[in-house]
T-cell receptor, first 115, second 115 residues
Framework: DAMVIQNPRYQVTQFGKPVTLSCSQT?????MYWYQQKSSQAPKLLFH???????NEADTPDNFQSRRPNTSFCFLDIRSPGLGDAAMYLC??????????????FGDGTRLSIL | AQKVTQAQTEISVVEKEDVTLDCVYE???????LFWYKQPPSGELVFLIR??????QNEISGRYSWNFQKSTSSFNFTITASQVVDSAVYFC????????????FGSGTRLLVRP
């Protein structure tokens, strides 16, 4: 059974029209991440939540926001998508557990297209 | 600064051949973790292995084996008797102890296993 679930699998939106991607987890992990992955590139971390604490990467555009209403759910909001925001968006979770740097568990991703 | 280099952009082998994927990392931290992830065409990132900097023992898991050499800052991944299902992009990643759980990915190696 999937433990990190991303919906939808494919999302199409119009240039400038706000879009929200969702991620849920059944692992009860306290850390959740959002990555952007463009074609033939490595995933790029946008931000992460450590419990309710939000941590933004310095180079993440202001156009990208995130919400984590509870442990299980995390949302990625793109306020005004541009053509350059077309990418695969990956959600991941991890636990701090006994030691830091536990493996991150990834969802299947949402592929976002901009018309 | 931390960095991961996967010099091989793409490798093509015939089924049943052995193949080694190279990974070289840079960090000044003495405590760090190294990971390998597999990304098949479907898009999800699948965790394969985590190794901490104090454990230089090589590891074997079925057809997969990993060779960690601190002297050369390398963490290479070998697939023995490759199969078509091994075709994917493989990412090596680094995480340092006090990095806010951030994964630093290499650029990935695309492996194509031909029948």
């Amino acid at each position: 059974d999937a433990m990190v679930i991303q919906n939808p699998r494919y999302q199409v939106t119009q240039f400038g029209k706000p879009v929200t991607l969702s991620c849920s987890q059944t692992l009860n992990h306290n850390v959740m991440y959002w990555y952007q992955q463009k074609s033939s590139q490595a995933p790029k971390l946008l931000f992460h939540y450590y419990d309710k604490d939000f941590n933004n990467e310095a180079d993440t555009p202001d156009n990208f926001q995130s919400r984590r209403p509870n442990t299980s759910f995390c949302f990625l909001d793109i306020r005004s998508p541009g053509l350059g925001d077309a990418a695969m968006y990956l959600c991941a979770t991890s636990t701090t557990g006994v030691s830091n740097n536990q493996p991150q568990h990834f969802g299947d991703g949402t592929r976002l297209s901009i018309l | 600064a931390q960095k991961v280099t996967q010099a091989q952009t793409e490798i093509s082998v015939v089924e049943k051949e052995d193949v080694t994927l190279d990974c070289v990392y840079e960090t000044r931290d003495t405590t760090y973790y190294l990971f390998w992830y597999k990304q098949p065409p479907s898009g999800e990132l699948v965790f394969l292995i985590r190794r901490n900097s104090f454990d230089e023992q090589n590891e074997i898991s079925g057809r997969y084996s990993w060779n960690f050499q601190k002297s050369t800052s390398s963490f290479n991944f070998t697939i023995t008797a490759s199969q078509v299902v091994d075709s994917a992009v493989y990412f090596c990643a680094l995480s340092v102890l006090d990095s806010s759980y951030k994964l630093i990915f290499g650029s990935g190696t695309r492996l194509l296993v031909r029948p």
